[in-house]
Every structure is written in structure tokens, then in C-alpha cells.
């Protein structure tokens, strides 16, 4: 199902009927194309769309969404499924957000001067751009990701009209102001040259350790390091 295709174009094993013709030329994505060398009749028992071009060149079967509008019929899509509707149904007005206008076979949308049926605003999802997702991060105090995404699909923050923010790299001030203590050098040389000269002490707890019988006792232990190798 294809909004952007003005002619039902499919490949030659699902026509019926197939006449060769010398049709014109019709431009797919990335400057590729491929001229129309026939047509057909294509149908699934219970809908039957006639004229249906055969290009060689295509690798996919497209239907028209506006050609099937001129069958009288009407579609209906969804997040899960693209839905055919009997001729003679009609879409309740109060229903209506925006309208796109049928322009040689195309609709068009016109986002300049968009008109909706109840006069307010409406707020469509849009993918943030790199620079736009470190700008918010910051507005909102260096919150993570996850958080900023929640807040705006949650409709949890006024002035947003972005949705789907995405960072490539971390924070370097999220990384700093998390780190609270300086990495320490690489200790290329041992000055350490008597046992017990240097030590490095511990002491962590209360932890719950298991004695030799078995039994959990509640600990505070001091862990001892001596600094010399010998």
C-alpha cells in the first residue's frame, strides 16, 4: 500500500490477463527507474483492480492508494494493519486533525497553514537531532535519556515539540560531575623496598559473612595490603 505511488505497479507472476505495452517511464528511489512494458489485471477474489503496470525493473508490488479511491473504495491505517473499506463510508468531521489534498494523483500537506477541526495546535512525533538532543539534555539538568524520552511522550513537560531524542556520545559533564575523585597515576617504578613499609588499609562493613559452622554473623572487616614486592 502506497501513498506515494500514482499507478498500481506490481511484478509479472501475480497479473492476469497480461498485455504488452509501450508505457512511460516511472522513477523509483535513488534516481532508479523502469519503463512500463505492460499491464494487467490484478485480483484476490474479492477485489479486482484492472490496469495494474508491470515494470521489470520493479522489485516490489505497490498498490495505489489513489487509484483505489477511484474504485470507490476507502482505506483506514493503523499501527498494525493498512484496512479496505466498503464504498460509502464517511469519516465523522469531528474526527478530522488535518487534510491533505489529492495533487495529480499524490496527496500533499500543506505544514505551513495546517487547519484542524477543533483550532489548537497539534503535536506531531518528530526525531530530535543530535544537536537538539544535547540542548534538551542540558535544559532539563543533564537528566539520562531514558528519563527525557518518558517525560515528553508522557506529555510531563510544557514547550517540547520534539519527541524520540537520541545521543550518539556521552556527556563529558555528565561524566565529570559523576566521577568524584581524580584517577590515579600508573605507578611505573616500585620505591618500596622493606616489607610493611607501605600498607593500604580498609575498613568496610557491617556485612553479613558466613562462618566456617555455616551461620551469618554481621561483620565490620578491615582488609589489609602491603605495598612491598619482594
Known amino acids: 500500500m502506497d501513498s506515494g ?7 509479472l507472476y501475480l497479473l492476469n490477463d497480461v498485455k504488452s505495452i509501450r508505457g512511460g517511464y516511472v522513477g523509483f528511489a535513488e534516481n532508479q527507474g523502469g519503463q512500463i512494458v505492460g499491464e494487467g489485471t490484478l485480483t ?38 493498512c484496512l479496505i473499506l466498503k464504498p460509502g463510508f464517511k469519516i465523522p468531521e469531528e474526527w478530522i486533525i ?4 489529492r495533487v495529480n494523483d499524490l496527496y500533499v500537506m500543506n505544514m505551513s497553514n495546517a487547519s484542524t477541526s477543533s483550532g489548537s495546535a497539534q503535536c506531531f512525533i518528530s526525531r530530535a537531532s ?9 535544559r532539563m539538568g ?4 531514558r528519563k527525557i524520552n518518558h517525560l515528553v511522550h508522557k506529555n510531563l513537560v510544557e514547550g ?6 537520541q545521543l550518539r556520545e556521552e ?10 575523585k581524580k584517577s590515579h597515576l600508573r605507578k611505573l617504578v616500585n620505591s618500596i623496598n622493606l616489607p610493611f613499609e607501605h600498607l593500604h588499609m580498609d575498613l568496610f562493613g557491617p556485612v553479613n559473612v558466613r562462618s566456617i559452622t555455616g551461620e551469618i554473623t554481621v561483620s565490620w572487616l578491615l582488609m589489609i595490603i602491603q605495598d612491598f614486592h619482594g
Open 98 to 101: 488535518m487534510r491533505a489534498p
Open 142 to 145: 543533564h537528566i539520562i535519556l
Open 160 to 165: 517540547v515539540n520534539l519527541r524520540n531524542f
Open 130 to 138: 543530535e544537536w537538539e538532543s544535547v540542548l534538551w539534555h542540558q
Open 44 to 81: 484476490n477474489g474479492k477485489v479486482t483492480f484492472e490496469n495494474v503496470n508491470y515494470i521489470a525493473e520493479l522489485e516490489d508490488n505497490l498498490l495505489s492508494i489513489s487509484q483505489i479511491f477511484d474504485k470507490q473504495f476507502s482505506t483506514h491505517f493503523t499501527d498494525r494493519l
Open 5 to 11: 505511488a500514482s499507478r498500481h505497479m506490481t511484478t
Open 171 to 180: 556527556c563529558l559533564n555528565c561524566k565529570k560531575g559523576k566521577q568524584t
